[in-house]
């Protein structure tokens, strides 16, 4: 004998264990949660109702925790076509129905009975009583009646399964699915002191959920590092996100190696709701962080200015030392008149390990003009050498150390033949020349290159 259905939805969801929540910054999550059925002997029917919208069907799994072997599962369906006007109608063709149009000045409108046919984008098409076929505009329509009940509505997105059970009892089932439109993303804020020689750095978690689903009291996980989702991913996946719902939160958002990426665990339930964004504490501020200012003029970037940087070191002694997630870095420096916090810059930072240098392009120099010349040129078969000068002023009221960044082709062999100022080789392609320039004063660089091929 069929059992009853056993229907789950967001009351009975709210007195169960919390769920389990793993976010990926690839816009999907892994879902991880505990229900209890009251199964009867025999065949059940089961029906979560409160899950997301944007689930993945194909990586639903469903546990029986106390005694496994009990129960088994002998089918699996997900019921996504929710009740509207069309998936209604179309429910009804070959139905009677009355349709009530609408009506425009003196018209009052009239009352279609009839069957109904067919229904194209959304639009009945009815033949009435008298026989005549009446293709209908949605727009003209003020109300349908349906002369018979509509079986099988579904009004929000159900999971439902077919298990039979070897005794009449309480199960705890383990539900696990992954869904879509769920992301999240990482922004920090560096506040520099006067003389941006020291910094203090707090970083921030934004979850975006836009999976059709809200997640109360939610164990929250995050994964960062991009993971791969190929044509096999669904059974040796849904493996690993097992794993990773069962692990119990750890301390603060503590962070992790895990496989191949970091995980970031929040210490405390959050309730993350249905179509909202929450933003949290990712790490707690690193105060007095010490930092360094660059200046930089490269003229494959830019011929006019001078790049205004600011870099430091992600390490234990600077109060850090942790991987930090790829995001945007908001720089800021008070105002020394009333300790205001003004916007001075931002840059984005890729996935960052610990030990690294975090180095935050903020703008231009105002007080640091180049001005570039090119002194000579010469050019014979696979060689070219030319002569270079950069002229440096620099306005402020104290001395600048200006780095100049010579760039050359990747197919090219050069060298640097003479100089006024030393530089150093920082990779393949370029050359970086070190040069001071004192307080409302101008340097001026002279270089020669030397290029074959």
């Not at 939805?9 to 949660?33: K, M």
């Not at 505990?34 to 065949?43: H, M, Y």
């Not at 493996?239 to 990426?261: D, T, V």
């Not at 930092?291 to 070191?313: C, G, H, M, P, W």
């Amino acid at each position: 004998m069929l059992g009853c259905p056993v229907v789950l939805g967001r009351q009975e969801s709210q007195r169960q264990p919390p769920v389990s929540l793993t976010v990926y910054n690839n816009d999907f999550a892994v879902v991880s949660q505990l229900r209890p059925v009251e199964f009867e002997k025999g065949l059940n029917t089961i029906k979560f109702t409160d899950i997301a919208s944007a689930i993945d069907p194909a990586t639903v799994g469903l546990e029986f925790v106390n005694t496994p072997a009990s129960v088994s599962i002998l089918e699996q369906s997900y019921e996504y076509d929710l009740a509207s006007m069309d998936s209604i109608l179309m429910r009804c063709i070959g139905k009677n129905i009355t349709v009530v149009l609408k009506g425009s000045g003196a018209d009052t409108g009239r009352v279609l009975t009839g069957t109904l046919l067919a229904v194209v984008e959304n639009n009945p098409v009815l033949k009435s009583q008298e026989g005549k076929i009446e293709i209908l505009n949605t727009d003209s329509i003020e109300a349908i009646t349906l002369k018979e009940s509509v079986q099988d509505l579904v009004t929000q997105p159900t999971l439902v399964w077919l298990v039979t059970a070897g005794e009449k009892g309480r199960q705890l089932c383990r539900l696990t699915y992954m869904t879509a439109k769920m992301n999240w993303s990482a922004d920090y804020s560096a506040v520099v002191n006067n003389d941006q020689s020291k910094l203090d750095f707090t970083g921030w978690v934004t979850i975006d959920n836009r999976s059709g689903a809200a997640y109360e009291n939610a164990g929250i996980k995050l994964i960062a590092g991009q993971v791969r989702r190929g044509p096999e991913r669904l059974e040796r996946f849904k493996g690993r996100a097992l794993a990773l719902a069962e692990e119990m939160a750890a301390p603060a958002f503590e962070e992790r190696a895990f496989a191949e990426y970091h995980l970031y665990t929040l210490d405390r339930p959050a309730t993350i709701d249905k179509d909202r964004s929450k933003r949290m504490q990712l790490i707690d501020t690193a105060m007095a962080v010490p930092a360094a200012n660059l200046y930089i003029y490269d003229r494959s970037v830019n011929t006019r200015s001078v790049q205004a940087k600011i870099e430091f070191e992600n390490r234990k002694e600077n109060n850090l030392g942790i991987p930090l997630p790829a995001g945007t870095v908001r720089v800021y420096k008070k105002d020394r008149l009333d300790e205001s916090l003004q916007f001075i810059g931002e840059d984005q930072i890729n996935h960052l390990p610990k030990n690294e240098k975090v180095t935050l392009y903020i703008g231009s120099a105002f007080d640091i003009k180049p001005e570039y010349t090119l002194l000579d040129s010469t050019e014979q078969r696979r060689m070219r050498r030319q002569g270079h000068k950069v002229e440096l002023r620099n306005a402020k009221a104290q001395a600048v150390e200006v780095f100049v960044d010579e760039k050359f082709p990747g197919h090219v062999n050069w060298t640097i033949e003479q100089s006024t100022h030393k530089y150093e080789k920082t990779d393949a392609r370029t050359a970086r020349f070190t040069v001071k320039v004192a307080a409302d004063s101008t340097s001026v660089l002279e270089y020669t290159a030397l290029q074959t091929w």
